[in-house]
């Protein structure tokens, strides 16, 4: 059942309905056609053979009575001329003899004349040089004066042409054919233009529908007449409207909320700015204070920079949500920019590189810097030793691999690892790091129109992968 | 400790505690620090002291830090380090465009602050060497004169140390990368707009038609050139 189902699915609407109408029409005219063709040449021919026979009786009892019991072809051609009128053909057989002219007796089917031979009057319809022949045969019989009957021996047949009978059964069959097939068009037409009634607001919806998927919530139907399919528009368009709005709604809270982060970040800025210029004051004072002053003093400066970090992260990416964020593209040479990157962080010993040499692209230094410095310092933080960073290039971009040797990443974190101050363990209350740190490298990523990705490398430990576009294409800004 | 080795800072912020969160901490590092908290009061205050370097707040009440910064160029060549609020990149190139020589961003730690106001403040090294004369531009490296075609050009600390630089090699190309390290002591990730706002000041002092520089050059996608004059 859900197989045909399914196969009936591979069918257009319109294929299918168009079968169905035109199965109904054939059906329905064959059905009527056919059984009025049936039943007016069985009439037809009911009617002439009836005709045919009783002018044969009739014409025959006046040839009675008969001269002799044993006619000669004399008295059989006068038998058959009695019989015979314009359009019919006659022969009178006795035993051997038959009358001279009139049809040959070679057309007469044997079973007409085995039923004539036991006294019957009977007919059949043959087809005799290509046109259909009505042959009736009588046996003459004798009356006795006990008024008692038995068979003189002598048969009867005439020949009748059906020519013109068959000339309007076929008519008859023409004008069914005609009839049916002037209805299939009509109903073909009739079809076409239902589909088409049917199928246009159908499309329209699945139209609206696709567009409403594609994220054009103001997208709706024209509400035409008042059918099932109109009240399916207006369903549509109601729920189009609900959509839209909780939408909005949702969109204009999430917009409240960078908003509010953004303005949280910034009116942080100015108290931050005095904390930290006191907090290194108290950090240099800190070793000549006393206990528990002095760990104290150590702690608020530390925590003073943290803060900035997280402060400093929070507006960097509110820019990228307000879509402020500017390049400042350079042309770079990588290997030289991923040494800097390890360098200014004291990373240059506990990193193995494996980079291309002379490998340049037109890209934001700062903002790579600080993809890898993210990148590595993750890696030197929460994978194993060694920590590898690969420079690889074709023409078009540039692909740089940092990876770690630990056990890699849970497969239920992966999809999260860029997402904002996700933590991979609950149980970890707060990282190193804002948490908003693989987040911002990714959309720094972004930025330049390439791609941050993670997986874990086939021999364990997790493996982030920047790609990035090298457009060094232009003509006079091409590295030398 | 010592580091600022007593030169004179004045500080024009505006918010109390940052002015004295920094104020204590430079005078932790040594400097002699004078604090003012508007865009008059520090005018006042530069005259009256003459500092050897404005740390300059750019969100100033009454007068904002732009036009503070206009008046301290148009009134005499010392080292101004703005103080911008993270983020607001045009901040940044309005005040680099209106001759502020470095900027540093809030919240700052002091170190970083100390490091850029070292830079700014390094003395040039002055040489016994001969006045050099390229074209019309006259450089005097040991009494750190520039005149053009006779007439002194007044330079702030950076776009001296930048022409100097250039100048040292002429028709050697050097990379933004590579000033920023050598006139601002920046590293590898310094931000290159200094590089590009200085030239153009520069440019604006020295060149006959800035549009069409003849001393110092752009090498499209790698840096700057002095000459070929």
């Keep these: 059942m859900s197989r045909r189902w399914l196969h009936g699915c591979a069918w257009g609407l319109r294929a299918r309905l168009l079968f169905t109408f035109g199965l109904l029409c054939v059906v329905t005219a064959a059905a009527v056609a056919g059984g009025m063709y049936v039943q007016a040449r069985n009439a037809i021919l009911q009617r002439t053979q009836d005709a045919a026979v009783q002018a044969m009786t009739s014409s025959l009892e006046a040839a009675f009575p008969l001269r002799s019991a044993s006619p000669g072809p004399a008295e059989l051609d006068e038998i058959a001329g009695t019989v015979v009128d314009g359009n019919s053909s006659a022969v009178a057989v006795y035993h051997g003899a038959r009358s001279t002219a009139g049809l040959d007796p070679a057309v007469i089917p044997a079973e007409l004349r085995s039923a004539v031979a036991r006294s019957r009057i009977a007919w059949q319809r043959v087809v005799w040089q290509g046109s259909p022949v009505l042959i009736i045969g009588t046996p003459l019989l004798i009356v006795d004066r006990d008024r008692t009957s038995r068979a003189s021996g002598i048969e009867v047949y005439t020949a009748r042409s059906l020519l013109a009978e068959q000339r309007s059964v076929d008519g008859l069959a023409a004008s069914a054919w005609l009839t049916g097939g002037a209805a299939l068009a009509f109903a073909v037409t009739l079809a076409l233009l239902a589909t088409r009634g049917v199928l246009r607001p159908v499309r329209e919806l699945g139209r609206a529908a696709r567009l409403l998927g594609e994220g054009e919530l103001r997208t709706r139907v024209a509400v035409r007449g008042a059918d099932e399919l109109a009240d399916l528009a207006r369903t549509f368009n109601g729920t189009a409207a609900e959509l839209e709005r909780h939408v909005e709604q949702l969109r204009a809270m999430e917009a409240d909320a960078r908003r509010f982060v953004a303005d949280v970040s910034h009116e942080l800025r100015t108290p931050l700015a005095a904390l930290v210029a006191v907090a290194e004051v108290l950090d240099e004072e800190a070793t000549r204070l006393p206990e528990p002053a002095g760990r104290a003093a150590g702690l608020v400066s530390q925590e003073a920079l943290n803060l900035t970090g997280l402060v400093n992260d929070l507006i960097e990416i509110s820019r990228f949500d307000a879509g402020v964020a500017a390049l400042a593209a350079n042309e770079v040479d990588l290997a030289e920019l991923v040494g800097a990157t390890l360098q200014s962080r004291g990373w240059s010993e506990s990193v193995q590189t494996e980079l291309a040499p002379a490998v340049t692209a037109r890209l934001d230094p700062r903002r790579v810097d600080v993809i890898l410095a993210n990148l590595v310092g993750n890696a030197l933080r929460h994978g194993e030793p060694p920590v590898s960073v690969r420079l690889r290039a074709d023409p078009h971009r540039i692909v740089v691999e940092v990876r770690d040797h630990g056990p890699g990443l849970d497969d239920a974190v992966l999809p999260h690892v860029f997402d904002r101050f996700y933590k991979a363990n609950a149980a970890r209350a707060r990282s190193e790091g804002s948490g908003l740190g693989l987040a911002i490298a990714r959309e720094n990523a972004l930025l330049h129109r390439g791609d941050l990705t993670v997986t874990n490398a086939p021999d364990g430990g997790a493996l982030f992968t920047l790609r990035l576009p090298r457009r060094t294409h232009a003509p006079d800004g091409g590295p030398r | ?229």
């Design chain 2, 1 to 229: 400790m010592k580091l600022g080795g007593g030169s004179r800072v004045l500080l024009i912020e505006d918010d109390p505690a940052v002015r004295e969160g920094l104020e204590l901490a430079l005078t932790l590092h040594g400097y002699r620090v004078r604090a003012a908290a508007s865009g008059e009061k520090g005018l006042a205050l530069l005259r009256a002291e003459a500092p050897d370097v404005v740390v300059l707040d750019l969100m100033l009440p009454g007068i904002d830090g732009f036009e503070v910064c206009r008046r301290i160029r148009a009134g005499g060549e010392v080292a101004i380090i703005m103080l911008t609020a993270r983020g607001d990149d045009l901040d940044v190139v309005a005040g680099l465009e209106v001759g502020a020589d470095d900027y540093v961003v809030k919240p700052v730690q002091p170190r970083v602050l100390e490091a850029r106001l070292r830079a700014v403040l390094r003395r040039v090294g002055r040489d016994q060497a001969e006045v050099e004369r390229h074209g019309e531009l006259t450089i005097d490296r040991a009494g750190l004169t520039v005149a053009h075609d006779g007439v002194p050009v007044r330079l702030a600390p950076t776009e001296l140390r930048l022409l100097l630089e250039l100048s040292g090699t002429p028709g050697r190309v050097h990379s933004r990368q590579q000033l920023l390290e050598s006139v601002w002591e920046h590293g590898y990730f310094g931000d290159s707009r200094l590089v590009d706002a200085c030239v153009q000041r520069l440019r604006a002092k020295i060149e006959k038609d800035s549009t069409a520089p003849v001393y110092v050059q752009t090498v499209r996608g790698f840096g700057y050139r002095f000459g070929p004059v």
